[in-house]
């Protein structure tokens, strides 16, 4: 166990929905970080979020949003779906805003199957 | 735009021998990170690498960083099965000058070792 939680594990939902990722990172880390990893981009940045505020965009669609909430946990809402965003999401924590001295946790993912 | 290649993408291995990853990135940094990723697993952290010329080393895996040449590698002595899986290098660079730092992946090289 890394420290990071994500839920859910899984997720199947049909092209159109919205769903809600969640990630809590581990105790004593600021910043929140969302990845996407798929086969064909690989491990693409989304966004990152440290002490509640948003510090760094990288490719992330405009179908997607996210936000840090008071007590940290992070939230990654993917709406109007497609087929091409089934992918792994995976949280990481770091402790500091500017990056991982300490390196990066990652959570387990949660695996998205848009059908 | 921050690129990482990674090579090779691919990996088989003899069990017992030894062979080594590369990765390069193309602008300078002076943060490198190798992840280990099982089949459907998160990313678990094995190298954080600062400094120029940084060195660690973790039982059959040695990692080093020449922030010169803009190149890292993950040495594998004597591989053994249990080393079976895809590594990634990351490079954490500032995005935003005195700002946020944005992590970035390399393709990840997938090892398999053979009995």
């Known amino acids: 166990d890394s420290g990071v939680t994500q839920t859910p594990k899984h997720l199947i939902t049909a092209t159109g929905q919205r769903v809600t990722l969640r990630c809590s990172p581990r105790?004593?880390?600021?910043?929140v970080y969302w990845y996407q990893q798929s086969l064909d981009q690989g491990l693409q940045f989304l966004i990152q979020?440290?002490?509640?505020?948003?510090?760094a965009k990288g490719n992330i669609l405009e179908r997607f949003s996210a936000q840090q909430f008071p007590d940290l946990h992070s939230e990654l809402n993917l709406s109007s779906l497609e087929l091409g965003d089934s992918a792994l999401y995976f949280c990481?924590?770091?402790?500091?805003?500017?990056?991982?001295?300490?390196?990066?946790?990652f959570g387990s993912g949660t695996r998205l199957t848009v059908v | 735009e921050l690129k990482v290649e990674q090579n090779p993408l691919f990996l088989s291995m003899q069990e017992g021998k030894n062979y080594t990853i590369y990765c390069n990135y193309s602008?300078?940094?002076?943060?490198l990170y190798w992840y280990r990723q099982d089949p459907g697993k998160s990313l678990e952290s094995l190298f954080v690498?600062?400094?120029?010329?940084a060195v660690k080393q973790e039982g059959r895996l040695m990692a080093s960083l020449d922030t010169k040449a803009r190149l890292s590698t993950l040495h594998i002595t004597a591989a053994v099965h249990d080393l079976s899986a895809t590594y990634f290098c990351?490079?954490?660079?500032?995005?935003?000058?005195?700002?946020?730092?944005?992590?970035?992946f390399g393709s990840g090289t997938q090892l398999t070792v053979l009995p």
């Open positions: 990481a924590s770091s402790v500091g805003r500017k990056g991982g001295l300490n390196g990066y946790t």
């Open positions: 105790s004593g880390d600021l910043s």
């Open positions: 979020y440290y002490n509640g505020e948003e510090r």
């Open positions: 602008t300078t940094s002076d943060r």
């Open positions: 690498l600062l400094s120029n010329g």
């Open positions: 990351a490079v954490n660079r500032r995005i935003i000058s005195g700002s946020a730092r944005q992590l970035t």
